[in-house]
């Protein structure tokens, strides 16, 4: 990581805050935060999406608790695999140590973690008469900082006006976010302690966090890039969106309808009691099987149609639909009829006869493809589509797919390939539309999402 300009996303919930996102255009994808406000109404799921859309996460939650129980809450971040979390440093060392040891996952790795000084919206009069802190505002944060070096986090939340001073403090590589920036032809708002990118960047601020001058704007797209120029940082490539992988549900409406049709035919079945178990010998709590989709002509027709909306929705230069063997066919042979579309499939392997092709129905070089899919856990099986195609000179614009786990191992070979996934639905989806229709019980949602978080880990079979 380096510096950078991290967007606020203070948005009520997750509508608003991805049609901001499309807002800002195909031009880049920017280091967002998600705080209070929209994680308390969407909870987790939200951080989960827009994670797997190719941004970079802070998540900030400022936490501020007994050392035992922001630990606890630490380890259960650190599965989210955002890239920046926080906490507030008057909650003691003893409290940051135990959040470092709880955010810190067995391989080692961990997200950035971050202690909140002082608010940019508190200025001297009210550390003295509220919070009752008599010393100067500069004083407390350097030792506040002080602190969260000597507990092992990696720098502090502060205004600009005092990153140099923690800087001198704590060393240059311990990083200092600072909220409280605005244009120099912008109002301050409820923030006291602000100045501009450009300030901040002569100050030594690492990123700075901007939400009303870049999200409350006609053309958010132009505020990001004015931040991103005053700070003196490079603007991302221009086909850095269209390139980067995604990974998310068509739409909330299309994905509960899919959900609910899935289980209302037992495509998805889930059984976290008697769990299933799969050839690799890991005990699942769910089995899926889309081919009954196709036994079923009303949920076929949703099926389809959710398709082939997909395809012209997020693929509209596609020339040819692509399905994979054999689960993929019979998909990509209807969406295709209903778009006016060519369709093929990809054999797992070559013919051992005739002309011993990989890649059945014409293909020309050149010609724009969406992969057709029914299924995605981890994505080893569609990645190899991907390749076939693309080695026959197919440009693949991305994957479309009935349903996806999301699970972080899928996510990442998706990343890896630099390839495109939209489901019409998703495993947390089906999770909570089954607890909501009574085919689990409530509390069995947090058990299979601890499954799908790390099928390897069988913990979750424990109630």
Not at 139 to 161: F, Q, T
Not at 172 to 195: C, H, I, Y
Not at 294 to 308: K, N, S
């Amino acid at each position: 990581m380096g510096k950078d300009v991290i967007i606020a996303c203070d948005f009520p919930d997750r509508a608003s805050t991805l049609a901001f996102l499309d807002r800002l255009g195909s031009s880049s994808r920017p280091f967002l935060k998600i705080g209070m406000e929209l994680f308390y109404a969407e909870g987790p799921d939200v951080v989960r999406e827009i994670k797997a859309r190719g941004y970079r996460i802070f998540l900030d939650l400022k936490l501020h608790d007994i050392p035992n129980t922001v630990g606890k809450a630490m380890a259960v971040l650190s599965k989210l695999d955002v890239d920046m979390v926080n906490l507030h440093a008057a909650g003691t060392r003893a409290m940051m140590e135990a959040a470092v040891k709880g955010l810190t996952r067995p391989d080692g790795t961990r997200p950035i973690l971050l202690a909140v000084t002082q608010l940019t919206s508190t200025d001297q009069t009210a550390l003295e008469n509220e919070i009752l802190i008599r010393e100067p505002m500069s004083e407390v944060v350097m030792r506040y900082a002080k602190n969260a070096r000597d507990a092992g986090l990696d720098g502090v939340v502060c205004s600009p006006l005092e990153a140099a001073l923690v800087h001198s403090a704590c060393g240059e590589d311990f990083l200092t976010v600072t909220p409280g920036v605005r244009f120099d032809d912008n109002a301050a708002g409820d923030q006291k302690r602000v100045t501009t990118p450009a300030g901040a960047a002569g100050l030594g601020s690492d990123y700075i966090v901007m939400g009303r001058p870049i999200t409350g704007v006609p053309d958010p797209a132009a505020a990001y890039a004015r931040a991103l120029s005053e700070f003196g940082v490079s603007a991302p490539a221009d086909n850095a969106r269209d390139t980067a992988p995604v990974s998310s549900c068509a739409d909330p409406v299309t994905s509960k309808t899919i959900a609910s049709d899935l289980l209302g035919i037992k495509a998805v079945f889930f059984r976290p009691d008697e769990p299933f178990i799969w050839a690799s010998g890991i005990k699942s709590p769910v089995y899926c099987d889309n081919r009954l989709t196709l036994t079923a002509p009303e949920v076929r027709l949703h099926v389809e149609q959710g398709l082939a909306q997909t395809v012209k929705k997020y693929y509209p230069d596609a020339e040819v639909l692509m399905g994979t063997s054999t689960a993929g066919i019979a998909h990509a042979a209807i969406a295709g009829h209903l778009l006016g579309l060519p369709m093929g499939y990809v054999r797992s392997g070559s013919k051992d006869h005739g002309r011993k092709n990989q890649i059945e129905g014409r293909l020309e070089p050149g010609q724009k493809v969406v992969v057709i899919e029914d299924l995605i856990s981890t994505g080893g099986s569609v990645i190899e589509v991907v390749n076939v195609l693309r080695e026959a000179g197919a440009v693949v614009l991305g994957i479309a797919s009935i349903f996806t786990y999301g699970m972080k191992k899928g996510i990442d070979r998706l990343a890896e390939a630099n390839v495109r996934n939209v489901s019409l639905t998703d495993f947390d989806t089906v999770a909570a539309v089954a607890a909501g229709s009574g085919y689990i019980a409530p509390e069995d949602v947090r058990r299979l999402i601890a499954f799908r978080d790390d099928p390897s880990d069988e913990s979750w079979i424990e109630k």
